[in-house]
């Protein structure tokens, strides 16, 4: 039966990015490489993907953390002491892990205090609106990401003014500001680093001028969780000595393996974030065993292990950017353990990422529209657990690929 939801949803499948999605899936069937199925996880980093083993340079556990004793067991204890689930909202009842795992996020980070979300999206969806008023703006970088323009969204329907300034210019910054004047208070958003550019946003420059137009900084350090600054505090305090006049937001999913993120900052804000971010108030908490998990984590990063955990993810780093220069390839990232190699055009990207995985590497074949037209990626995520051997034969296949590339254009399968 055609009923109106079955007529919208056909409708919407030829419009926009799902028409995009579709074309590219159907065209390049045997290449996309895209909503795959991990079949197995298995011992170094390895992952079973249509029914194949190779290594996986394709994981955000970027410390390795994931497969980190541990934290299983802290899992297995949250589960015997607390079960499966919170039970309700944290305006209700928090389960006691909730609480421990914020106070040692704000003990490591440094910040009086921290709010735990179900995810960094979350993060950004309710604090970024609970933090502005009517009268208020919000200026943010043109490349932020996407979940921070989401939440700009929820804010600007509330009543909150909008804008976006040039990638990391501080001039476009101060020009915006003045062209939104009058206004009462100004959120900045930005990212913490951005991970295809590997590029830092310029904080003190921000800084300065948030503090002379009555702004403040609101920083998304998802990508820097874990794996920048000392201990693995993130962008923040190293570049601002500090956390005065900034709301800063981590992930608990990427180098800590577990789940959700967080938004810390000055306790006063915290708390009104408590009382006033309705992801926190009308949604459900992380449940305790994964805040357990969080514990265990912070643990291992506010320790003297962390330094010999990070020396090997930077050494893994330094050594592929080493290998991959000398190939030929664009090379952008490498500050965080993300380097993207600019292979360009869509085919030639999906068509690059299948050639790996054919040589036992999975690697994110990343084009149009998660980057612009024609300036797809091979995105390599690498681990403080991979083998130098798998690095090495990473790196044999990149330079297979090279080869390859100059005829790929006759290669391809129609
Ligand atoms: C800067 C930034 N913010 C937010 C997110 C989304 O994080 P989550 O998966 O926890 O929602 C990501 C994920 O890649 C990110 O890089």
Known sequence: MTTPLRQIVSLL??????????????????????????????????????????????????????????????????????GTHNGTSRAFVSAQPNFTAEEKLASWLGTEAAVIYPSVTLANHGAIPALVGRSDVIVTDRFAHNSIFEGVKLASARGARTATFAHNDPDDLARVLTEMEPYRHALIAVDGVYSMSGQLPPLRAFQDIALARRGFLYVDDAHATGVLGSQG?????????????????????????????????????????????????????????????????????????????????DANVQAVLAGVRPLGFVVQGGVTPIISLLIGDETDTLWSGRFLFEQGYYVQSVIFPAVPHHEGVLRIQINANHRPESIAGLLDALRGLRQALSSVRTSIPA
């Open 233 to 313: 505090r993130g962008t923040v305090r190293d570049a601002l000595g500090g956390y005065e006049n900034t709301v800063v937001v981590g992930s608990l999913s990427k180098a800590l393996s577990c789940l959700g993120g967080f938004v810390a900052g000055d306790g006063e804000t915290m708390w009104m974030l408590s009382i006033h971010s309705n992801v926190l108030i009308f949604g459900g908490p992380i449940p305790p065993p994964y805040l357990e998990a969080i514990c265990a984590a912070v643990d291992i990063l506010d320790s003297e292990e962390y330094q010999s955990i990070r020396s090997r993810l």
């Open 13 to 82: 499948r030829k419009k926009g990015l799902s028409q995009i999605f579709e074309r590219i899936a159907l065209e390049h069937a045997s290449l996309h490489m895209k909503g795959l199925t991990a079949e197995a996880f298995g011992p170094e980093r390895t992952v079973k993907i249509e029914g194949r083993w190779v290594t996986n340079f394709g994981s955000d556990s970027f410390l390795g953390l994931d497969q980190d004793p541990r934290l299983w067991s802290a899992l297995k204890r949250g589960l015997e002491e607390w």
